[in-house]
């Protein structure tokens, strides 16, 4: 079909993305080591590693996990540790030994790390040891008695440094909490004797499954998206053609990696295209220390940079920001959640570049749609399909409604999981193909998409839909308000009524005055109700709010 998105398409990008170069992720890593060998792939904590070096080690994890662990294709493995070295080479080798890897948020709590391994049914933990007194709790409530290794943050630093690293980290930072785990190896050992046992190439399909990525349980109970090599070849392919105009011929290019790896976002384009491309990642392990970061961004002259908008607004508040060498960067891309107007103008402004919305799913690779790199972007939406990728906007009994209607936003393409670990997914498809996202958006005549709201978190006041994005972005630009976030709580006149909980940037701000600007600025039907100033807001390790958690504790207070 001639869909009306690929007329916007930036020069030289195909509509479809053929056939595909790879039969399995092993071939892609081996292929970019063999490209690239002596140039850095990742640095962190000062600390930098070739892609010759990535891949040995990973390749001398793969023969320990198969050889001393005895894992067979097809076992799962879960990972579960913040941006560290540690992580490419974890992640590389369990799929070099052909085994599933399962991305573990490190912040979970014992709760949803016991539900998490129990159903994904993990065979072995490669863990950083701040978090191991929780893995510690579950141990004997889990089934499978997985085998665990067990990692410092400074073992990748290595020498004095990271010895001094790993003893502030524990004796002067008290971030790792007291554990007992005598029967874990250490993540250093087995790469050592993993260097000395015979690496098996594994008989990979392109369809087994490499990735079992879990929802991240913001909507309920987090589920297991099956992504196979096929998938995330795919999705490589389409986001290398996209990025292209960014990228830059014959030197390397330095990417910020400030979004955690184990997120879907970050792995496929911050990893696996990134590394596929010979770029420089610079791996941020704690974003949320806005100091630290903006002192680690003034080291390096950074050409891309991922976020979401809680991040990027982070930035643009601390005063040393303005000071970051801007003059290579190429591209912000911002995803996970809407980024606000205000931010986007602000970011424009100071860095000379704009920040590029795009959208996707754990369940979808995750990129179903991107603003043109090309200078053609569209602000206030998603952008356009990727190639090979078709959306449709469909209303709840199934059927695609035309172009300009509000509808579910609704996918099918290569890059879409087949469906959910252990589940069954019924319903989550409309008509077996088109995979349904919970968003609501809606198609512009030039095909760019626009996302309203997540479906569940619609507000609906007498009749009318509001949508919480909407009243977002809107009390976002009062230059008194840091951060926002709005949810329908019950009123017993009009159903719903919205509240709104506000993060102050000036503590002269009151609830008067911001009622008096969300008047100037809504229709009636849209103004906040309710205003509640907080500290802060809940949010996920990726920085996106959950209100989710600001719904349940509006129903805790009502009972």
């Known amino acids: 079909m001639n869909y009306p998105w690929y007329s916007k398409y930036p020069k030289g990008t195909p509509q479809q993305i053929g ?119 579950i141990l004997p409530r889990l089934k499978n008695k997985p085998q665990i290794i067990l990692t410092s943050m400074g ?36 790469l050592t004797k993993g260097a000395n046992l015979t690496y098996q190439k594994p008989p990979l ?46 030197r390397q290019d330095i990417i910020i990696t400030a979004l955690p ?23 941020i392990t704690n974003p949320r220390d806005i100091p630290g970061f903006v002192k680690e ?48 103008d602000k970011w424009e402004k100071l860095t000379g570049c704009p920040i590029i919305e795009g959208y996707g799913l754990s369940e979808t690779s995750p990129v179903l749609c991107c ?32 172009q300009g209607e509000v509808g579910e936003i609704c996918a099918r393409g290569p890059q879409v999981m087949r469906g959910y670990w252990n589940q069954d997914n019924t319903g989550v498809f409309f008509h077996n193909e088109w995979f349904r996202t919970g968003d609501i958006g809606v198609m512009d005549t030039e095909g760019y998409f626009k996302i309203v709201d997540r479906k569940k978190d619609m507000i609906k006041v007498s009749g009318f839909n ?22 329908g709580v019950p009123d017993a006149k009009s159903g719903e009524a919205i509240k709104v909980f506000v993060v102050k940037k000036d503590e002269s701000l009151t609830e008067e005055e911001l009622k008096h600007y969300a008047h100037e600025n809504l229709t009636n039907y849209k103004v906040p109700r309710h ?4 500290n802060e807001l809940p949010k996920t390790n990726v920085g996106k709010i959950l209100r989710r958690a600001l719904k349940e504790e509006e129903k805790q207070k009502a009972a």
Not at 109 to 133: C, K, L, W, Y
Not at 218 to 230: D, F, M, N, P, V
Not at 261 to 283: C, D, E, P, R, W
Not at 335 to 342: E, T, W
């Open 205 to 250: 399909n392109i369809e087994d499954i490499a990735v079992l990525q879990y929802t991240g349980g913001t909507t309920g109970i987090s589920k297991g998206a099956q992504l196979s090599h096929r998938n995330l070849i795919a999705h490589n392919a389409m986001i290398t053609h996209w990025f292209r105009p960014i990228m830059t011929e014959g």
């Open 466 to 487: 509001v949508y919480p994005n909407e009243v977002e972005n809107v009390l976002a630009g009062n230059p008194k308000v840091l951060e926002v976030a709005a949810i």
């Open 297 to 344: 961004l003034k080291k390096h002259r950074f050409s891309v940079m991922t976020g979401v908008n809680t991040l990027f607004n982070g930035l643009l508040n601390n005063p040393n920001f303005k000071e970051c060498d801007f003059s290579a960067l190429k591209g912000a891309i911002g995803g996970a959640m809407a980024v606000q107007d205000v931010v986007a």
């Open 261 to 283: 790896l184990y997120h879907i976002f970050a792995l496929t384009v911050n990893g696996l295209l990134m590394y596929t491309q010979g770029v420089k990642s610079i791996l």
């Open 371 to 402: 603003n043109p790199l090309d200078g053609n972007h569209k602000r206030g939406t998603i952008g356009l399909p990727m190639p090979s990728t078709e959306i449709g906007i469909f209303d709840d009994d199934g059927n695609q409604l035309p």
């Open 155 to 190: 073992d990748m630093v290595g020498g004095l440094k990271g010895t001094i690293l790993n003893f502030v980290v524990k004796h002067v930072k008290k971030m790792v909490p007291a554990f007992r785990l005598p029967e874990a190896i250490s993540f250093n050992a087995a």
């Open 531 to 534: 205003i509640e100033f907080r």
């Open 19 to 137: 056939t595909l170069e790879y039969n399995s992720l092993i071939e892609l890593f081996e292929v970019a080591a063999q490209k690239y060998p002596n140039r850095i792939a990742f640095e962190n904590f000062g600390k930098q590693i070739t892609f010759a070096e990535i891949d040995a080690r990973s390749t001398a994890f793969a023969a320990y996990l198969q050889n001393e662990l005895n894992l067979k294709k097809g076992d799962r493995v879960a990972i579960q540790m913040p941006n560290l070295i540690q992580f490419p080479i974890a992640f590389m080798g369990v799929i070099k030994a052909g085994l599933i890897a399962v991305n573990t948020n490190p912040l979970y709590t014992p709760r949803e790390m016991e539900h998490q391994f129990n159903d994904a049914g993990v065979s072995a933990i490669v863990i950083v040891a701040n978090f191991a007194h929780n893995l510690e709790q």
